[in-house]
């Protein structure tokens, strides 16, 4: 696969990325070994950059896809919500012992939110260290706001953004509203010409666009200023797919069947904040117990009215 320098890192990175999160236990709670034979079977194919998240809690599948690997070109990246130094330099250190690597190839601060730099900043200077370290070859951000997309633009230590982007503007934010897909192309443009790498998340909005599979993915990887686009894949179908298209083989009219999918709200995200209750035509989303929204699997037309008004990205599909 194609492969893209990332930034000013030294770094080289597959254009497509392999994002672990849909097989780990908060969406799909794949088997261990049938995790990791996916995750393998992508990097057999040449999928080559994979991303994690402290909070994701799929080491496990990670380090089993890479015993016996000879690839030497694997690009690991992490990430944790820890906002203090001992909590950011335990989370380094956890990734390093789950995956048997002494140094973690990128490593970032995880969905930083407007106001956060300064009350994690305890979390970026340990970043800072352990880059000075070689604990970690690159540093960064990961955000699903374009002002926290632009600042990180003029950030001198910072190497690396993961910001949101898909066609449909979903789930970009700015500040408490929400921000155009126009505003983000520019955020990233802006990182891009200071030098950092950019590689986008959530090409299909969460699962709500995989229905315009090849829009999709023409969009994402129409943009120039992405060294990479991170896609979430909890089949072996999907990683095939997504090499059919790469590798333009893919009909045009093509796209995946989701007819099993389910609409799901993530229960570490959700803030509560009743926007999808007030979308939803099917009366399918409740409050359960801890005061967050569930769906109704009986109720819900998975309509997907419900994914774009939640300001945090909490309502998936998979
Ligand atoms: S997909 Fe449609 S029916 Fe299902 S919970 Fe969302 S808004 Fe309601
Ligand atoms: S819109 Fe999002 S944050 Fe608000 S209640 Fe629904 S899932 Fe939770």
Redesign the pocket.
């Known amino acids: 696969m194609k492969k893209n320098l990332l930034g000013n890192t030294g770094i080289e990175v597959t254009a497509a990325g392999f994002g672990v999160l849909p097989m780990g236990p908060s969406q799909l709670a794949l088997p261990l070994e049938e995790g990791a034979a996916i995750l393998r079977h992508a990097l057999d194919r040449g999928i080559r950059f994979i991303d994690t998240a402290q909070y994701y809690n799929t080491y496990p599948y990670i380090s089993k896809a890479l015993e016996g690997c000879t690839y030497d070109d694997i690009v690991l990246c992490s990430k944790s919500l820890c906002a203090d130094y001992e909590g950011m330099m335990e989370a380094i250190r956890e990734a390093q012992a789950a995956v048997d690597r002494e140094v973690i190839n990128i490593f970032l601060m995880h969905e930083v939110r407007p106001g956060q730099m300064e009350e994690r900043s305890g979390a970026w200077q340990a970043l800072i260290d352990a880059k000075a370290q070689g604990l970690v070859r690159a540093i960064g951000l990961s955000t699903h706001h374009v002002d926290i997309t632009e600042q990180a633009a003029s950030m001198p230590e910072l190497d690396v953004v993961f910001p949101l982007i898909n066609y449909a503007g979903l789930g970009i934010r700015r500040g408490d509203a929400f921000a155009s897909v126009t505003e983000m192309e520019q955020a990233i443009e802006a990182c891009k010409a200071a030098g950092k790498g950019v590689f986008g998340m959530k090409a299909f909005g969460g699962g709500s666009l995989t229905v315009h599979y090849q829009q999709a993915l023409d969009y994402a990887f129409g943009l120039s200023a992405l060294d990479s686009v991170m896609i979430g894949f909890g089949k072996t179908r999907e990683v095939d797919d997504l090499m059919d298209y790469m590798e333009g083989r893919m009909d045009p009219g093509y796209n995946p069947d989701v007819s099993e999918k389910k609409v799901y ?2 229960q570490e ?9 007030a ?1 939803c035509p099917a009366g399918a ?1 409740y409050w359960n117990d801890n005061g ?2 569930e769906v109704d699997h009986t109720k819900c037309l998975t309509c997907g009215y ?1 994914s774009p ?7 998936i599909m998979y």
Do not use: S, T
Not at 269 to 277: M, P
Not at 309 to 315: H, L
């Open positions: 709200v993530n995200d959700c803030e509560g904040c009743g926007a999808c209750k979308a989303i967050l929204a419900c008004v939640c300001p945090v990205r909490a309502v």
